[in-house]
């Protein structure tokens, strides 16, 4: 992936330099002329030493593009379309930051045993592995980026296991070779003066990693231990050549010696808060300076067991919290899909009605239909067959509503008596809801019949329109 990178930016190079001299404009007089590209530049740069690259790759790339093009017009001599271009890649890239941070915590892990993989080596002993990888890592970024975290942690552990295998993979296939360099570097600082043991059991360690190689190449876990053995002996044996050449530089005589020894011990205890009584044998020193140590490991190992402890407890929370989002998600979801269906039932009932026929109001989840376009003979309930039409027109309503309690009410305008037309409006709103029961099926438990007379007038009385509006049947359909 980074090569990659570098091959297209070298190629961006080119191509805008080209534009540039054509213009007569090299890089540092735009970065003069136009702050904001300059300060795009240098935080792009900045970007990909943070890798935001590999963890935000759309952002990034989006960013670059922007500069790019910015650079461009600028060596092409205009002025203000640069800028705005800048300015938006460095919001661009703003965003991206963030983007990688997100992707970052999301893909802790991976990016832990990731840098293991490159410090031990990796890039440069398995380029073609390593490269795969990474590309997979980007994959994981791009999905992160996209909001997709669920599908990019499904990426995990393929990665832990591939960048795992490298550097497992790369500290085998290097530690006999760094042990033969160590050796040899031992020697040529003589050793063998001052060192002859230490650095022959060093050597008898690689002896022993070489042979079983040459016998066995598949027991590389054996080899590789003896090799580490080796290369340690050889380290060893370099530092006590060291320290004995200082002390032959100072003339130090045996006191002097002893001496130095105790003041480093003093430094290793004085962490500890503790004094170290050299009136003592050397061993007690010894022994205090490693019970003291030992102490101090303990209450480590129970701070880190708190911490474990904590972080467990902490993953716990995190995991029910986003649960509990991801619950409240889908309730919404829901939510809204209920309400959705309820607003298309509602725009369904309400073409059902021509104006002449009726108004269809909504109240909350509830439907209010006034049907004024109900023929009655005047003084009479009883239902004509042109009103069929309407009546089957309101029972469809209904049924969009399944399982809803029916309140009708019968409602008339104020010609004739009080007394009347409220006797009228109760019969005329219980054949309605005879005709619901017998023709609609409507469950007689469902529907509660009342008549209110000339008592709630929607329109004056004084009119023939208003006294029509005023004649007419209500049916609310009550949803719990």
């Known amino acids: 992936m980074k090569k990659g990178a570098v091959f297209f930016v070298i190629l961006l190079c080119l191509a805008v330099g080209c534009a540039i001299d054509q213009q007569g404009l090299n890089p540092d007089e735009i970065s003069d002329k136009f702050e904001t590209i300059g300060e795009l530049n240098k935080e792009l740069a900045v970007a990909e030493e943070d890798g935001i690259d590999i963890f935000a790759p759309d952002g990034f790339l989006e960013a670059r593009r922007l500069y790019t093009e910015a650079y461009q017009m600028a060596g092409d001599g205009?002025?203000?379309?640069?800028?705005?271009?800048?300015?938006?890649?460095?919001?661009?890239?703003?965003?991206?930051?963030?983007?990688?941070?997100?992707?970052q915590e999301t893909m802790w892990e991976v990016i832990d045993v990731r840098q293991r993989a490159r410090n031990a080596g990796a890039p440069e002993l398995f380029s073609d592995r390593y490269e795969s990888?990474?590309?997979?890592?980007?994959?994981?970024?791009?999905?992160?980026?996209?909001?997709?975290?669920?599908?990019?942690?499904?990426?995990?552990?393929?990665?832990?296991?591939?960048?795992?295998?490298?550097?497992?993979?790369?500290?085998?296939?290097?530690?006999?070779?760094?042990?033969?360099?160590?050796?040899?570097?031992?020697?040529d600082e003589g050793v063998n003066d001052y060192?002859?043991?230490?650095?022959?059991?060093?050597?008898?360690?690689?002896?022993?990693?070489?042979?079983?190689?040459?016998?066995?190449r598949t027991k590389t876990e054996k080899a590789n231990a003896h090799a580490k053995l080796a290369t340690e002996m050889a380290n060893r044996a370099t530092q006590i050549t060291e320290l004995a050449?200082?002390?032959?530089?100072?003339?130090?005589?045996?006191?002097?010696?002893?001496?130095?020894?105790?003041?480093?011990?003093?430094?290793?205890?004085?962490?500890?808060?503790?004094?170290?009584?050299?009136?003592?044998?050397?061993?007690?020193?010894?022994?205090s300076l490693h019970d003291a140590i030992i102490a101090l490991v303990e209450s480590q190992k129970e701070g880190q067991k708190r911490i474990g402890e904590l972080q467990a407890e902490l993953k716990d929370l995190h995991?029910?919290?986003?649960?509990?989002?991801?619950?409240?998600?889908?309730?919404?979801?829901?939510?809204?899909?209920?309400?959705?269906?309820?607003?298309?039932?509602?725009?369904?009932?309400?073409?059902?009605?021509?104006?002449?026929?009726?108004?269809?109001?909504?109240?909350?989840?509830?439907?209010?239909?006034?049907?004024?376009?109900?023929?009655?003979t005047p003084g009479d309930a009883e239902i004509k067959t042109m009103n069929f039409r309407l009546l089957n027109k309101l029972i469809t309503a209904i049924r969009e509503f399944a399982g809803s309690r029916i309140g009708l009410s019968g409602h008339t305008d104020s010609t004739g008596s009080a007394e009347a037309n409220l006797l009228l409006s109760k019969k005329r709103a219980k054949n309605v809801a005879d005709f619901m029961i017998n023709v609609g099926h409507v469950k007689r438990t469902d529907i509660t019949v009342n008549g209110y007379g000339e008592t709630m007038p929607v329109a004056s009385n004084k009119t023939e329109e208003g006294r029509a509006k005023n004649r007419r049947i209500e049916v609310l359909i009550v949803n719990d």
């Not at 205009?78 to 992707?103: M, Y």
């Not at 990474?134 to 970024?141: P, Q």
């Not at 100072?250 to 009584?277: F, G, V």
């Not at 009605?353 to 049907?371: M, S």
Request: proline content about 3%.
């Open 319 to 376: 995991e029910k919290h986003e649960l509990e989002l991801s619950d409240q998600a889908k309730r919404q979801a829901e939510i809204d899909r209920l309400k959705q269906e309820a607003d298309k039932r509602f725009q369904r009932v309400q073409s059902l009605f021509t104006p002449q026929e009726a108004e269809v109001y909504r109240k909350g989840d509830n439907v209010l239909i006034k049907a004024h376009g109900f023929y009655f």
């Open 195 to 216: 060192a002859p043991v230490t650095f022959q059991n060093a050597e008898t360690e690689l002896n022993m990693a070489t042979a079983i190689l040459e016998t066995d």
């Open 245 to 287: 050449r200082m002390f032959k530089r100072r003339n130090y005589t045996w006191e002097d010696s002893i001496l130095w020894y105790q003041k480093q011990l003093c430094e290793i205890n004085k962490p500890l808060s503790s004094k170290l009584d050299f009136q003592e044998p050397n061993h007690l020193v010894i022994r």
């Open 78 to 103: 205009k002025t203000d379309e640069p800028v705005q271009l800048a300015e938006k890649g460095l919001s661009v890239l703003s965003q991206a930051k963030s983007d990688a941070v997100r992707a």
């Open 133 to 187: 990888a990474e590309n997979k890592l980007v994959e994981a970024s791009r999905l992160i980026e996209e909001g997709d975290i669920a599908k990019a942690k499904n990426l995990q552990p393929s990665l832990i296991n591939s960048y795992n295998q490298m550097e497992i993979d790369a500290l085998k296939k290097g530690v006999v070779s760094l042990a033969k360099a160590s050796l040899q570097q031992a020697r």
